[in-house]
């Protein structure tokens, strides 16, 4: 097919772009290969805008078998026992579509985990989205909530937490991430393709017209008024086909069937064919021809870049495909030979007997460009950290402590976890509505313990702060159920990067995490980035999600928010900063106002912090532990007494009651332990240096702030359990 | 000596795994038996797991009703063997005719994942045999289409024949008369929405669910294999 002039742009190559692709073929493209350097050069596959910073992180630890670069990160959590730890984002097709967007955002994370050889064994998904009093957020919401159910539940993975936040700057622009445990049952896989003579089998759906320019037309352009019209990019899921892929594909790296093995995501069929064959040093020879279809009269570049879902690519054996084709067979899976590995490092594409494109493999994967965008620190950030923060007093205490605990982002997420079947393959030993997930390995006695935070209004205030205190949150709430930190994932979400304030957010961000992920000594084993989160030109704040996994070594011992027992002393481990309401809950709900600072983190303090949790619930001395976050103190003392139906009485100082209760200054976790081992928990915490102070005891039924406030434990309860639901039932929308 | 159990897998059945770590835990030889089999092995007890047999597709249970297995499971019922479907398996056996009833999507339209109450009607029979009448177990659901209907006389026949064994205690899904869990006339073959083997170990919440395996258990140690000859097994790779 002749290529018109100026096409590549309608494909989103920039004219620099598409010279590079002249220079490195030595000729004018065919409209296949632009239009398979557009979907491997997109921002989504290439990493073009990102690059640059990404290298800054550490990805290196002792626990680190597999760091970033691989469908997912592996790390060793007990010696012989590995996992395979990886986040996504499904922003832009969530919006667009939200059942079929968060669907096809559970199957692709899940494919990336496959692709290691590990058994997809636990879910966590973090959500934002706009104000529920707009109808269409209602509706993104049912939608995106309802596809995560409808797809994890049926492929028989649990989604064991996530958050679940609403803030208006994801309006027009929700995030739907994704993250996955994987569990290695026999070996490691790799995405190569080794071997002259193997063949390459595309095993799973048929491929159609659906998701074409998935990547390289959602997920790397700014949204506007036409984006309905994208509705066609959006793929469509089918858990079902997904389920038996699981189940055939762990067959077949069970009886070591596969030389190579990879997804097919964003790219389509000329992801995994130009990586694998890149990684390897060698090339692949591809018959469009025999790939399966779902419609007649698709041309090879539709058949290259479409992404039609559940599929994966592997390097077989000649000696061994009678095999493997038994194997899906049997699970009703299509899988047909559609290439063979070659050892001239070239991808050549044929159909009816003509080549249609004939590139270096690497030309593709790994020669994609590389951008050092402009940074530029936007004026508007010291005029929003000088403002006031929105630390007003409230006019009535009471009614603030309500309406904060009423609030979406803070109130019970039981709506949304209830839809996911949190408990399929009995490693659930914590679930949905904790700091952190605790999930036992297959056949093992040790447990992983997972959380994601996010807090984008910090980010906004201060990027480089936000992101040191996200990850710092994200350890803590795998500290606070007796697990050791020891890697993260990171879905970095952003607005426009060719916008330079944009690019100096992500720059501050990456800078942030690094540090802090250094400091705290857990390494980045993987993640995703995901630009162009705007709309109308208005960009989302910067959101930066750490997926943390730490490890559980005694599960039984993992522990949970809830108080147990009435006359339980109550603790709190850490000294709050009574002026930390920069950004905090209490300043968006009472007073309106997302400015000023972000509260001040002291990363040695942490460490101390997660050393105390650890060694003390290691030793039995704590009943619960529950970390500090939105809502400071006053809502993680009504969240440990809710969650067993229990009460307290604490003391608070009546003057300026408000900032003890509401701010949220980092590195403070609630404790409750029997009044025997108080002394012990404070001399442990004392020999660490970590400030620790009995604050109150545990009740039967009364809530109690000291003089300064008395809430009605069934009008609290009332309220946390039941605003997210009645906010979607909506009414206040107009 | 061990009682042994057959767990069926269709494409799409996802509890499988859970259903054999439970059974085992008992002491139950387990093995699983692929849906296109024409046969059963050598088994006291049969179990069709949870999941999305087919992938749900049509309606729950109505493409899984035709598998081949389905004639087996039929006959070991028919000969005096137990047949437990659990979820979807329930879906599955009441889209048979095994039981009776259908599945209808819940009252709230939505998918549901938590732990219920459950209430035991009748201990007289194989699959209660350990509990008391009255006893309230914790056992969590996880499900789309548990909402169980039945016409007028059909309810009054379960109800006088005893053939209701667990009731919720605070209906989740608009289950007719509560019931979440319902057995043949014949006491062979029981349905029920909760998972139990997602209850049988304190670390996970709850042991309750145990009671249910281990009256069946009890019931085929007691009972003896019915071991019908020359049946050839067509086993799925583990």
């Keep these: 097919m002749r290529v018109e002039a100026g096409i590549h742009r309608d494909l989103g190559l920039t004219d620099e772009e598409f010279d590079k692709i002249r220079e490195l073929l030595d000729r004018d493209p065919t409209y296949t290969e632009l239009a398979m350097f557009s979907v491997m050069w997109s921002e989504h596959c290439s990493y073009k805008s990102s690059k640059v910073h990404l290298k800054t992180l550490p990805t290196e630890g002792e626990h680190v078998l597999v760091g970033p670069g691989e469908g997912a990160g592996i790390i060793e959590v007990a010696p012989g026992v590995a996992v395979a730890w990886k986040i996504e984002s499904h922003n832009h097709p969530s919006f667009v579509e939200p059942f079929n967007g968060a669907a096809t955002g559970v199957g692709g994370i899940v494919r990336d985990i496959l692709s290691m050889g590990a058994r997809p064994i636990a879910l966590l998904d973090p959500l934002r989205f706009g104000p529920l009093t707009d109808a269409r957020t209602r509706y993104v919401v049912d939608g995106v909530v309802h596809g995560i159910s409808s797809y994890g539940n049926s492929i028989g993975v649990p989604t064991v937490g996530g958050e679940t936040v609403f803030e208006d700057c994801y309006a027009e622009n929700p995030l739907v991430n994704v993250a996955c445990l994987g569990f290695v049952e026999n070996k490691l896989m790799h995405g190569r393709a080794e071997g002259a003579g193997n063949l390459a089998v595309l095993i799973g759906s048929s491929t159609g017209r659906d998701g074409i320019g998935g990547a390289s037309v959602l997920a790397s352009a700014e949204f506007d008024e036409g984006s309905e019209d994208k509705r066609p990019s959006v793929q469509v899921g089918d858990p079902f086909t997904e389920k038996l892929l699981i189940e055939a594909c762990l067959e077949l790296i069970r009886r070591d069937l596969l030389v190579g093995f990879q997804d097919l995501g964003a790219g389509g069929i000329s992801c995994p064919t130009s990586e694998m064959s890149a990684k390897a040093g060698t090339g692949m020879r591809v018959n469009v021809d025999s790939v399966h279809r779902r419609e007649p009269g698709m041309e090879p570049f539709e058949v290259m870049i479409s992404e039609s879902q559940e599929r994966m690519l592997g390097v077989v054996a000649p000696p061994d495909l009678d095999a493997v084709l038994e194997v899906c067979n049997r699970w009703g899976l299509e899988a047909r030979v559609i290439g063979e590995v070659v050892d001239s490092p070239r991808l050549e594409i044929s159909s009816g007997g003509e080549v249609v494109a004939d590139v270096p493999a690497r030309a593709l994967a790994e020669e994609g460009p590389e951008y050092h965008r402009p940074v530029d620190r936007p004026a508007w950030i010291d005029a929003i950290q000088s403002a006031p923060c929105g630390d007003d007093p409230p006019t009535d205490l009471h009614a603030a402590l309500m309406a904060i605990c009423a609030s979406p982002t803070v109130a019970s997420k039981r709506w949304v976890w209830e839809q996911y079947d949190h408990m399929i393959f009995l490693g659930t030993v914590q679930g949905p509505g904790g700091d952190a997930a605790v999930v036992r390995l297959p056949d093992s006695e040790v447990a992983v313990a997972l959380s994601v935070d996010g807090p984008g209004r910090f980010c906004q205030l201060d990027p480089y702060e936000g992101a040191r205190l996200a990850v710092a949150e994200a350890a803590r709430n795998v500290a606070c159920v007796g697990a050791h930190p020891l890697a993260v994932t990171n879905c970095l979400n952003f607005g426009n990067p060719e916008k330079p304030e944009v690019m100096w957010q992500f720059s501050e961000v990456v800078r942030g995490i690094g540090d802090a992920c250094r400091e705290l000594g857990t390494p980045v084993t993987g993640g995703n980035v995901s630009f162009y989160n705007e709309t109308k030109g208005r960009a989302i704040y910067p959101t930066p999600v750490i997926g943390m996994l730490g490890v559980v070594k005694k599960p039984a011992r993992a522990l949970g928010i809830g108080f147990r027992r009435p006359g339980d002393d109550i603790v709190l481990l850490g000294t709050g900063d009574p002026s930390d309401l920069g950004g905090s809950e209490y300043a968006k709900v009472v007073n309106g106002v997302v400015a000023g600072r972000p509260p001040r983190l002291d990363l040695q303090m942490e460490l101390k912090l997660h050393k105390l949790l650890f060694e003390s619930a290691r030793d039995g001395i704590l009943v619960s532990a529950h970390d500090l976050s939105e809502g400071g103190l006053a809502i993680a003392l009504l969240e440990s007494a809710m969650a067993n139906g229990m009460g307290f009485k604490v003391d608070v100082s009546s003057e300026n009651a408000y900032r003890d209760l509401f701010c949220e200054s980092p590195t403070r976790v609630l404790v409750s332990c029997d009044p025997d081992a108080r002394d012990r928990l404070i001399d442990m915490a004392e020999t660490l240096g970590v400030p620790a102070r009995l604050i109150g005891v545990v009740d039967g039924s009364e809530m109690t702030f000291g003089s300064a406030l008395t809430v009605d434990p069934a009008a609290v309860k009332d309220a946390y359990e039941t605003a997210l639901e009645r906010s979607l039932m909506g009414g206040s929308d107009k | ?238």
């Design chain 2, 1 to 238: 000596m061990n009682a042994k159990a057959a767990v069926v897998v269709f494409p799409g059945s996802n509890c499988e795994q859970d259903v054999e770590r439970a059974l085992r835990s008992l002491g139950c030889q387990t093995q699983r038996v692929w849906h296109a089999a024409e046969t059963l092995p050598d088994t006291d007890l049969v179990v069709l797991p949870g999941g999305f047999a087919h992938g749900d597709y049509l309606r729950t249970g109505a493409i899984a009703r035709f598998s081949p297995v389905m004639a087996a499971v039929q006959e070991h019922a028919a000969t005096g063997g137990l047949v437990i479907g659990i979820c979807n398996g329930f879906q599955i056996l009441c889209e048979a005719g095994m039981l009776p009833g259908a599945l209808r999507k819940n009252a709230g339209l939505k998918f549901l994942c938590r732990w219920t109450d459950l209430r035991v009607e009748n201990n007289a029979t194989p699959f209660t045999s350990r509990a008391e009448v009255g006893q309230v177990v914790r056992v969590p659901i996880n499900h789309f289409e548990g909402n169980w209907y039945c016409d007028d006389d059909t309810l009054a026949d379960l109800r006088d024949s005893g053939s209701i064994l667990l009731r919720y205690v605070d209906n989740p899904n608009g289950a007719l008369d509560d019931v979440a869990g319902i057995t043949n006339k014949d006491r062979t073959v029981f349905g029920l929405m909760p998972h139990p083997e997602r209850a049988c170990e304190a670390l996970l919440g709850s042991e309750d669910g145990r009671v249910i395996f281990e009256s069946m258990i009890d019931h085929a140690l007691q009972a003896g294999s019915p071991d019908p000859a020359g049946r050839v097994p067509e086993m799925l790779g583990t």
